[in-house]
């Protein structure tokens, strides 16, 4: 399934398992922000690039449900949240 198929899904039926669908096509990105992040010095606490894979998935997941076409490109509108860890 296409990430564009996933959309269509998810958005004729807003269900976990869909929402769960169109994640996994991002799930890349969410790892590259954890490996970039952990590289950075002064992070505090989230230095383990598996919490910080945990921290993004939740933004990513926040990111999804809150999106709406209108507000532009996805990958745009997700990464501050997948960033921050959906804060």
Do not use: C
């Not at 399934?1 to 269509?8: G, V």
């Not at 990105?29 to 939740?58: F, N, W």
């Amino acid at each position: 399934m296409t990430t564009s198929e996933a959309w269509a899904v998810y958005w004729a039926e807003r269900t976990p398992e869909n929402r769960n669908r169109v994640a996994m096509h991002y799930l890349p990105m969410v790892k590259q922000v954890a490996a970039k992040m952990a590289k950075v010095r002064g992070m505090g606490v989230y230095h383990d690039v598996e919490d910080l894979v945990s921290m993004g998935t939740i933004g990513l997941i926040d990111a999804i449900d809150r999106y709406e076409p209108s507000l532009g490109d996805f990958r745009s509108f997700a990464w501050p949240r997948v960033r921050w860890g959906g804060m």
